[in-house]
């Protein structure tokens, strides 16, 4: 019986763990549509960054990364097909992380691989990231912009 009860807490601490960054999640999948797409369409190397922080930041590894890209490749979709629409529900979920300094710098960060994926670091990638920031609150030093 007491094994019954310490993997209902285990399960239990994990299921608010996935509640608790839900909100990242969201906005890290937004957020890099939105730099992937910033300079016309998103690539397999801006997938691949971002496959590699699914694996890495920690806040993210506790979703199946199959979920995670999901969410991201809807966001592309309703930037190619409803970008005005796409683009305020994105800055909506970004917004929900101002209040959080450390998963906002984490954003950026995300961001800025994602921009720079592809060994181009574009103006219109780099401008989306400057609007991001604003939207966070967070000035450009600390991220080498």
């Known amino acids: 019986?007491?094994?019954f009860f310490k993997s209902a807490k285990i399960a239990l601490a994990a299921e608010l763990d996935k509640l608790r960054n839900r909100q990242f999640l969201d906005a890290a999948m937004a957020a890099s549509a939105?730099?992937?797409m910033a300079d016309g369409d998103a690539n397999i190397t801006e997938y691949?960054?971002?496959d590699q922080a699914l694996e890495a930041i920690e806040?993210?590894?506790i979703y199946?990364?199959?979920?995670a890209m999901d969410l991201y490749r809807d966001y592309i979709e309703g930037l190619r097909t409803d970008p005005a629409g796409t683009r305020?529900?994105?800055?909506?979920s970004i917004e929900r992380l101002r209040e959080d300094r450390q998963a906002a710098e984490l954003l950026i960060r995300l961001c800025v691989?994602?921009?720079k994926a592809d060994e181009d670091f574009s103006a219109p990638e780099k401008a989306v990231i400057a609007e991001l920031r604003r939207v966070l609150a967070l000035?450009?030093?600390p991220f080498g912009l």
């Open 113 to 115: 691989a994602i921009g």
């Open 139 to 141: 000035d450009d030093k």
């Open 1 to 3: 019986m007491a094994s």
């Open 34 to 36: 939105l730099v992937s």
């Open 59 to 61: 806040a993210l590894r």
């Open 64 to 67: 199946h990364p199959h979920d």
């Open 48 to 50: 691949s960054i971002l």
């Open 88 to 92: 305020r529900k994105i800055m909506q």
